[in-house]
């Protein structure tokens, strides 16, 4: 792979990342949290980017002695994992930011299908946190009022 040639397919690979990661994030705007469409963008197309750069240092490097062509995509997810965590709060006897946490580490895998080219795994899981950030927050809303109604009204017996 010449560095200088335009490639069609690695850029689809990374317009797909941004696009699904600017989806997930659109939902992230709608509820008003920090990590928006911008933020979910482009951890999504980072993701894409470093595995498009791994599989190029792979072709290139794979028959050097101790080249691991696994190293980089496993070092995204532990990335991503400090960038999450800088984003969960406590705030009091609350958490918060658990949620954008686990957004923000789906969506790199989401940007690291999209990086492999494995468009059908990254649209599948793109639609399937949408479910949970949508459907699921409308069935535990209920869910979360009932819980509380329940523990404020409960006292603890010795």
Do not use: C
């Amino acid at each position: 792979m010449n560095i200088l040639t335009f490639d069609s397919a690695l850029t689809i690979r990374l317009l797909v990342a941004v696009v699904l990661g600017a989806i997930i994030g659109i939902e992230r705007v709608l509820v008003h949290k920090e990590a928006g469409m911008k933020t979910h963008a482009l951890v999504s197309m980072g993701a894409a980017l470093f595995i498009i750069i791994s599989e190029a240092m792979a072709a290139k490097y794979m028959n050097l002695p101790g080249f691991n062509p696994t190293m980089m995509p496993s070092q995204i997810i532990v990335g991503i994992g400090f960038l999450g965590a800088g984003s969960i709060i406590l705030q009091g006897p609350r958490v918060l930011g658990l949620t954008t946490a686990g957004g923000l580490w789906v969506t790199a895998g989401i940007g690291m299908a999209a990086g492999f080219g494995l468009f059908s795994l990254a649209f599948t899981s793109t639609i399937l946190v949408l479910f949970v950030f949508v459907v699921m927050y409308a069935i535990e809303a209920p869910l979360r009022k009932i819980s509380e109604k329940n523990s404020n009204g409960f006292k603890a017996e010795n």
